[in-house]
């Protein structure tokens, strides 16, 4: 089974930084297009980021175009997800997920075949 780790989460003041990892096992890690997702309690799992396999095509929810940046290093099989100008409604546990079969990010967590355990990230104002 393909396995997915999430790290580098944490607590941060609005408008700073934070860098997440996937750490990926288990598989060919260049195959898998990768996604990221974030859920806040009571809230839908909601779509934040995604980087085909090929590693061109990147997709971003509207809420964090223009902050968000996402890349991959498929030598390391890892895929990271910087985040800047951070605010309070980003406060989530962030998921990284992988997915076969795909061309381009999908928003749809049902076609993610497999899914890291989170890790928390929130932003204090």
């Known amino acids: 089974q393909v396995q997915l780790v999430e790290s580098g989460g944490g607590l941060v003041q609005a408008g700073g930084s934070l860098r997440l990892s996937c750490a990926a096992s288990?598989?060919?890690?260049?195959?898998?297009?990768m996604g990221w997702f974030r859920q806040a309690p009571g809230n839908e799992r909601e779509f934040v980021a995604g980087?085909?396999?090929?590693?061109?095509?990147?997709k971003f929810g509207n809420s964090v175009k223009g902050r968000f940046t996402l890349s991959r290093d498929n030598a390391k099989n890892m895929v990271y997800l910087q985040m800047d100008s951070l605010k309070p409604e980003d406060t989530a546990v962030y998921y990284c997920?992988?997915?076969?079969?795909?061309?381009?990010?999908?928003?749809?967590?049902?076609?993610?075949?497999?899914w890291g355990q989170g890790t928390q990230v929130t932003v204090s104002s």
């Open positions: 288990g598989g060919t890690f260049s195959r898998y297009t």
């Open positions: 997920a992988a997915a076969m079969g795909k061309f381009n990010p999908t928003v749809v967590p049902n076609e993610y075949d497999y």
């Open positions: 980087i085909s396999r090929s590693d061109i095509i990147t």
